[in-house]
T-cell receptor
Framework: ETGVTQTPRHLVMGMTNKKSLKCEQHLGHNAMYWYKQSAKKPLELMFV???????ENNSVPSRFSPECPNSSHLFLHLHTLQPEDSALYLCASSQDLAAGRLSSTDTQYFGPGTRLTVL | QKEVEQNSGPLSVPEGAIASLNCTYS??????FFWYRQYSGKSPELIMFIYSNGDKEDGRFTAQLNKASQYVSLLIRDSQPSDSATYLC?????????????FGPGTRLSVLP
């Protein structure tokens, strides 16, 4: 497989369920991201992992728990979600550069997303 | 709070016309800017990136950057119905620990046949 993959592509869960979203990147990148995209809203950054260390957490509720076991895999563990958490969850990866000029390949690549519905 | 602003649209243009999409940003330190296209229900895909003042052309697409005015635009020549999508502007926000991408809300473009 190439690029960024996400599973599952669709998920319906009840408010008391526990589920996990999985993301895998095959690009050799060292930074991975979780975004939430709700209808008619901008992309909301949830978590950033640079070199497997979590470096950003934009006040995301604790019912979302990220895990990054290595630079190629990223998980988002979900528990006791609310209906307003229904959205498209996008994973992305990039090559994080501490310095230097970007080239055309130094950008974020997105996975296809997981469409989550919380009943 | 660093921000990216875009007109949400919808912007409607007839087929064959030039579509002009605009974006302003608040971070004067931003160096790199990206335009993504997102079809309904799909994930964003990169169209162009630009980091130098002036114009950058790639096929029917031209990105324009003016750092003094904190303004970046995307022109689509000979617009096609297949160009109908939401266009997201983004820039890189650099931190000591690494980088982050800041996205605008997107402009919805509709190309009418």
């Amino acid at each position: 497989e190439t690029g960024v993959t996400q599973t599952p592509r669709h998920l319906v869960m009840g408010m008391t369920n526990k589920k996990s979203l999985k993301c895998e990147q095959h690009l050799g990148h060292n930074a991975m991201y979780w975004y939430k995209q709700s209808a008619k809203k901008p992309l909301e950054l949830m978590f950033v992992y640079n070199f497997k260390e979590q470096t950003e957490n934009n006040s995301v509720p604790s019912r979302f728990s990220p895990e990054c076991p290595n630079s190629s895999h990223l998980f988002l563990h979900l528990h006791t979600l609310q209906p307003e958490d229904s959205a498209l969850y996008l994973c992305a990866s990039s090559q994080d550069l501490a310095a230097g000029r970007l080239s055309s390949t130094d950008t974020q690549y997105f996975g296809p997303g997981t469409r989550l519905t919380v009943l | 709070q660093k921000e990216v602003e875009q007109n949400s649209g919808p912007l409607s243009v007839p087929e064959g016309a030039i579509a002009s999409l605009n974006c302003t940003y608040s971070d004067r330190g931003s160096q790199s800017f990206f335009w993504y296209r997102q079809y309904s229900g799909k994930s964003p895909e990169l169209i162009m990136f630009i980091y130098s003042n002036g114009d950058k052309e790639d096929g029917r697409f031209t990105a324009q950057l003016n750092k003094a005015s904190q303004y970046v635009s995307l022109l689509i020549r000979d617009s096609q119905p297949s160009d109908s999508a939401t266009y997201l502007c983004a820039f890189i926000e650099q931190h000591n620990y690494g980088q982050n991408f800041v996205f605008g809300p997107g402009t919805r473009l509709s190309v009418l046949p």
